[in-house]
């Protein structure tokens, strides 16, 4: 459960900003998830609820937004979202891809007073 660790790191740095921004309580944080992290969402979910019992972010909503595999074929230059874990280009038949997006953890914003 890899979920659990990631939740760890992100609430460290939520913390910081929180601090930085002189929050007392936090009420919402969005988050945006590459599909190649292979977090299940819920599991994410009940991470989080576990690593901020007793913090300022407890009881805020976890917002997830999966972000899909997007690859860029480097013979025709087709930009094009991977399904089914198929890595060939459907224009040309290349397996010559470069990553586009997939593989993003990114804290999208923070509410809170």
Same mark, same amino acid.
């Given at each position: #459960? ?11 740095? !939520? ?7 002189? !929050?007392?309580?936090? *009420?919402?944080?969005? !988050?945006?998830?590459?599909? #190649? #992290? ?11 609820? *576990?690593?901020?019992?007793? *913090? ?44 586009? *997006?997939?593989?993003? !953890?990114?804290?999208?914003? #923070?509410?809170?007073?």
């Amino acid at each position: #459960m890899h979920e659990l660790s990631l939740m760890n790191n992100v609430i460290d740095i !939520l913390h910081d900003v929180a601090k930085k921004n002189k !929050l007392k309580k936090v *009420t919402k944080v969005k !988050l945006e998830i590459g599909q #190649m #992290m292979q977090v299940v969402p819920h599991v994410l979910v009940f991470a989080y609820e *576990t690593v901020t019992k007793g *913090t300022i972010f407890e009881g805020s909503k976890l917002d997830i937004e999966i972000i899909p595999i997007k690859t860029v074929c480097a013979d025709c230059k087709k930009e094009f979202d991977v399904d089914d874990n198929i890595y060939i280009c459907p224009n040309c038949g290349s397996k010559n891809l470069g990553l586009v *997006t997939g593989k993003e !953890l990114l804290i999208k914003s #923070m509410e809170g007073d």
